[in-house]
């Protein structure tokens, strides 16, 4: 079993820079591939980004891809999502999730493991 803690997320300006953090306790971290996903009221949960358990490859979503950048720090069993250039179109619940293989990293249902998400907001 792991365990996901988000935070980090908060209320900041169109143009501005946020970071948000997952903290993982419980199994192996380094063994996992991580995920950041987001949610819009009214609106599916969709992907923005992932990390293979090296932290050697990484996956964005179009809307984010040169913008948004993941990390990961395995000795501190913790993921990082540094947004910048935040639009109102950003705002959405983000949650991090773990999975066991890079096997179609965008896809929600390859996910093992969840946090209980952190609210991103942007205003205009």
């Known amino acids: 079993q792991v365990q996901l803690v988000e935070s980090g997320g908060g209320l900041v300006q169109a143009g501005g820079s946020l970071r948000v953090s997952c903290a993982a306790s419980?199994?192996?971290?380094?063994?996992?591939?991580m995920g950041w996903f987001r949610q819009a009221p009214g609106k599916e949960r969709e992907f923005v980004a992932a990390?293979?358990?090296?932290?050697?490859?990484?996956y964005y979503a179009g809307s984010v891809k040169g913008r948004f950048t993941i990390s990961r720090d395995n000795a501190k069993n913790t993921v990082y999502l540094q947004m910048n250039s935040l639009k109102p179109e950003d705002t959405a619940n983000y949650y991090c999730?773990?999975?066991?293989?890079?096997?179609?990293?965008?896809?929600?249902?390859?996910?093992?493991?969840w946090g209980q998400g952190t609210q991103v907001t942007v205003s205009s």
């Open positions: 999730a773990g999975a066991y293989s890079a096997y179609d990293v965008r896809d929600r249902g390859r996910y093992a493991y």
């Open positions: 419980g199994r192996t971290f380094s063994n996992y591939v």
């Open positions: 990390i293979s358990s090296s932290g050697s490859s990484e």
